[in-house]
């Protein structure tokens, strides 16, 4: 059963265009979501989180929107370099109780190419 | 400083061997991870310590035996490994586990093959 999902394997984009990348998830426990970026044959390095009180938040070039009520959140990239090139991992917790206790549930992973 | 190291950067041993990955880091976390991650998959957790004690194990062979030595240090033993457990290990570390400050923090990875 997957509960976290990331529908799109795969983006490309432009350089200075936006790059939007979606999750969904399933399980109404989660409420703290995060976003990972990862190079090949590194560690996921953190970019961004979201509570779920929050539908939204910003650093830098990089926002998260959370929509609650469609269990749905996207990471946007504005504008985008080519140095965002890597896989982007969607992950989430759950800090109230459950099974996802104490645990990040990762989706599946976007490849991004960003384009000179 | 969000670093959290991890040695050695690769290793290849015989399902014969014992060999042990280490990570460490110095931000004072009090939560310390080991994840497996194969290519093209995202990474699945393996054991959580809080507070230097084991919290989660998410049913790992016997082959694999963490070990929290101080709120440093986290060290994975490896004994009798089979071909299939040839993957990405990685190490990360939160402030608190089941608390407030529980991004967690990735190391590089240490790159295990096994023959």
């Known amino acids: 059963d997957q509960q976290v999902k990331q529908n799109s394997p795969s983006l490309s984009v432009q350089e200075g265009r936006i790059s939007i990348l979606n999750c969904d998830y399933t399980?109404?426990?989660?409420?703290?979501f995060l976003w990972y970026k990862k190079y090949p044959a590194e560690g996921p390095t953190f970019l961004i989180s979201?509570?779920?009180?929050?539908d939204k938040n910003e650093d830098g070039r990089f926002t998260v929107f959370l929509n609650k009520s469609a269990k749905h959140l996207s990471l946007h990239i504005v504008p985008s370099q080519p140095g965002d090139s890597a896989v982007y991992f969607c992950a989430a917790s759950a800090r109230a109780g459950g099974t996802s206790y104490g645990k990040l549930t990762f989706g599946q992973g976007t490849i991004l190419t960003v384009h000179p | 400083d969000t670093e959290v190291t991890q040695t050695p950067k690769h290793l290849v041993m015989g399902m014969t061997n014992k060999k042990s990955l280490k990570c460490e880091q110095h931000?004072?976390?009090?939560?310390m991870y080991w994840y497996k991650q194969k290519a093209k998959k995202p990474p699945e957790l393996m054991f959580v310590?809080?507070?230097?004690?084991?919290?989660i194990n998410e049913s790992v062979p016997s082959r694999f035996s963490p070990e929290c030595p101080n709120s440093s240090l986290l060290n994975l033993h490896l004994h009798a490994l089979q071909p299939e457990d040839s993957a990405l290990y990685l190490c990360?570390?939160?402030?608190?586990?089941?608390?407030?400050?529980?991004?967690?923090?990735f190391g590089p990875g240490t790159r295990l093959l096994v023959l």
């Open positions: 979201i509570s779920s009180i929050k």
């Open positions: 931000m004072g976390h009090r939560a």
């Open positions: 310590y809080s507070y230097e004690k084991l919290s």
């Open positions: 990360a570390s939160s402030q608190d586990w089941r608390g407030r400050g529980e991004t967690q923090y």
């Open positions: 399980n109404s426990m989660f409420d703290y």
